[in-house]
């Protein structure tokens, strides 16, 4: 379905331009659930756009359910995803005071506008979720972490860099806000920051999380240790932590590479000192 015709229907039912006529199908409603079990798109976009434009159409939870049918119509009949956010940012509107709907309407917003690239929209949508009084600090931490991401992609660095301070800061355990955690180390790894990377990661190991955040953690650190010189202490953590990282063959791989630089290194000096 073209952008530009979905772009239609939802001004014409945002702005009530007309009235709705006679009903030409009944119950709306049931006969766009209907028509999408037929899997005839077009009919239930058509059915659901008048219901939504009717009179009648007050309750707030059916028209809900119309506003989740009409986004499986549109995604049945395309997968142009961008008509998707057309039809949430229309929600948003209609739901504006409805504080359980806009968290749960802004959530997805942002997740569809990460999908398609489009960062300052996912920016904007994650912002706008975590300022809702509504969202609990442990739900927090996955908005922080998409938020961080997005502004990490638009090379916003330094804000995505606070975003991720802000979960840090959140009232919750260390253990709870791990995710975080790791996730500010791969940023600070990234940007070559050895000290940080290495004492952060210590920060998460004592924190004892599950195996494969412990892994992933000991790996960091062992890198940032191996960049810091500290070769010995990065070689016993890789090996250490082998059983524990998602993908062993990675660290299979720096173990050899880094006993390979060290016995080269003993091997010059053994050189050097018979000259």
Known sequence: MPTIRLLLLLLSLLLAACEAGPALFGDELASAREALAAR????????????LQSDSARDPESRWQAWELLLGAVNGA???????????????????????????????????N???????????????????????????????????????????????EESLSLCLALPLSDAEKIPCMLDLAHFMSARERW?????????????????????????????????LGQKDEALNLFAASRSDYPNPAVMDRRIALLKKAQAQKKGQAREQGKR
């Open 78 to 112: 395309s997968q142009e995803s961008r008509a998707s956010v057309d039809i949430l940012e229309a929600m948003l509107g209609e739901f504006s005071d409805n504080p359980g709907r806009q968290a749960e309407i802004l959530a997805r917003l942002g997740r569809l």
């Open 114 to 160: 990460q999908s398609l690239r489009r960062h300052a929209k996912a920016i904007e949508s994650w912002s706008g979720w975590l300022d809702l009084p509504e969202v609990a600090p442990s739900e927090k931490v996955a908005g922080y972490r998409a938020l961080a991401a997005s502004l990490f992609a638009a090379r916003r660095f330094e804000d995505g």
């Open 40 to 51: 005839d798109f077009s009919l239930a976009e058509r059915l659901l756009v008048r219901y």
């Open 195 to 227: 000290q940080e990377t290495a004492d952060l990661c210590q920060q998460i190991l004592d924190a004892a999380p599950e195996r494969h955040l412990a892994g992933q953690a000991a790996y960091l650190r062992a890198d940032a240790l191996e960049q």
